[in-house]
């Protein structure tokens, strides 16, 4: 049976290297290397990352059925200054998980669960110091409950079960940050 076929494939490895230790197949290599597109990593193309969000944002949108959102410059600032170790997957899960959270017409620093540059390095000065102490601990609190949320699909019980607290207490702080559940229950009206 005929077949007309194109095959597209991805590495981060070289497989030139590989083949020359014979770790990978040089007929196959040979079949797969017909034209070779070399694409840096996100982070060496930062001019890119606010150019993928917002289409992102616009698929994810469409895809959940809500109105697009837009990124405010906080939230773009904070995109800028992220490594993007996992590339344009991990630009555009995050994205797709900050729209489920986030409040608003816009996204929000606050909304957007990535630790800054200095964080992933294990260091302590990545604690957005622009901050008070108190509105780091706000801005903190209010992430973690969306992220919460989020997870237990709005069901305060195992939200607040998740996050080792009486369902009370749960509740409390939702009502002091101001975060609706009913946002982030399945069937709900778009977030």
Not at 43 to 67: N, S
Not at 98 to 108: M, N, P, S
Not at 163 to 180: C, E
């Given at each position: 049976m005929p077949v007309d076929v194109r095959v597209i494939s991805a590495t981060h490895r070289n497989l030139k290297e590989l083949v020359q230790a014979g770790r990978f197949r040089q007929d196959l290599y040979y079949r797969l290397n017909v034209f070779c597109v070399a694409l840096p990593p996100?982070?060496?193309?930062?001019?890119?990352?606010?150019?993928?969000?917002?289409?992102?944002?616009?698929?994810?949108?469409?895809?959940?059925?809500?109105?697009?959102?837009r990124l405010d410059t906080g939230a773009l600032r904070k995109l800028l200054a992220h490594d993007w170790p996992g590339n344009v997957r991990e630009l555009k899960n995050l994205i797709d998980s900050?729209?489920?959270?986030?409040?608003?017409?816009?996204?929000?620093a606050d909304d957007l669960a990535l630790e800054t540059p200095?964080?992933?390095?294990?260091?302590?000065?990545?604690?957005?110091?622009?901050?008070?102490?108190?509105?780091?601990k706000e801005s903190f609190a209010r992430r973690y409950l969306k992220q919460v949320l989020a997870r237990a699909e709005?069901?305060?019980?195992?939200?607040?079960?998740?996050?080792?607290?009486?369902?009370?207490?749960?509740?409390?702080?939702?009502?002091?940050?101001?975060?609706?559940p009913e946002r982030y229950r399945s069937g709900s009206e778009p977030r």
């Open positions: 996100l982070r060496e193309r930062k001019e890119d990352v606010p150019i993928l969000a917002t289409r992102f944002l616009e698929d994810a949108a469409r895809a959940a059925g809500t109105p697009p959102k900050t729209l489920l959270v986030a409040r608003g017409d816009a996204i929000e200095s964080a992933s390095r294990g260091d302590d000065a990545s604690i957005e110091a622009t901050k008070t102490w108190n509105e780091a709005g069901n305060i019980s195992l939200a607040a079960r998740e996050s080792g607290m009486l369902r009370q207490a749960f509740q409390r702080l939702l009502k002091r940050h101001g975060v609706d």
